[in-house]
T-cell receptor
Framework: KNEVEQSPQNLTAQEGEFITINCSYS?????LHWLQQHPGGGIVSLFM???GKKKHGRLIATINIQEKHSSLHITASHPRDSAVYIC??????????FGEGTQLTVNP | DAGVTQSPTHLIKTRGQQVTLRCSPK?????VSWYQQALGQGPQFIFQ???????QRGNFPDRFSGHQFPNYSSELNVNALLLGDSALYLC???????????FGEGSRLTVL
């Protein structure tokens, strides 16, 4: 059974700061997802990773398969980045196991 | 492209009742997954439908059932509702079983 742990649970930053959210998992995976959830519930997929690094705008996601660890970085953070960021791993078939999420608040 | 649409967005039921939630996948997607998200927690996988059959199932009782139609839309049915079934129910579609997921806005169920 795969377990997914995220840290920190809550994170407050000032606008412009560099932010890192970490995700560790157990077991084998076929892919790892980083998701963003805004108040009200809608979830947006930010990245799907199986190796290496991906970048989209100010967001960067990395994964180390050997260490079973992934990080999501936000450069030049902005108040509109405030949301819950969720790490989820895909195991056999296409079942996703989710972390509990990291609540990010970016203050102006 | 309308993306993934879910209905209803909010609903209130009482214990013992039954509920049906609906999901229309993103155009071109044939795989639909359902998740339950309790307040303050991460989503939990309920089941996945592909080619009108349930392909994988999470740790949910038989009170939770589903269906996928030939147009790939899907329903989630919950019978004999309990207070603990109160949650946000999320639908996600993907172009295949391993593809990137696209989520709907969710259906928020409150059981009184």
């Amino acid at each position: 059974k795969n377990e997914v742990e995220q840290s920190p649970q809550n994170l407050t930053a000032q606008e412009g700061e560099f932010i890192t959210i970490n995700c560790s998992y157990s077991g084998g995976i076929s892919a790892l997802h980083w998701l963003q959830q805004h108040p009200g519930g809608g979830i947006v997929s930010l990245f799907m990773l199986s190796s290496g690094k991906k970048k989209h705008g100010r967001l960067i996601a990395t994964i180390n398969i050997q260490e079973k660890h992934s990080s999501l970085h936000i450069t030049a953070s902005h108040p509109r980045d405030s949301a819950v960021y969720i790490c989820a791993v895909k195991t056999s078939g296409s079942r996703l196991t989710f972390g509990e999420g990291t609540q990010l608040t970016v203050n102006p | 492209d309308a993306g993934v649409t879910q209905s209803p967005t909010h609903l209130i039921k009482t214990r013992g009742q039954q509920v049906t939630l609906r999901c229309s996948p993103k155009s071109g997607h044939d795989t639909v997954s359902w998740y339950q998200q309790a307040l303050g927690q991460g989503p939990q996988f309920i089941f996945q439908y592909y080619e009108e059959e349930e392909r994988q199932r999470g740790n949910f009782p038989d009170r939770f059932s589903g269906h996928q139609f030939p147009n790939y839309s899907s329903e989630l049915n919950v019978n004999a509702l309990l207070l603990g079934d109160s949650a946000l129910y999320l639908c996600a579609s993907s172009p295949d079983r391993a593809g990137e997921l696209f989520f709907g806005e969710g259906s928020r169920l409150t059981v009184l």
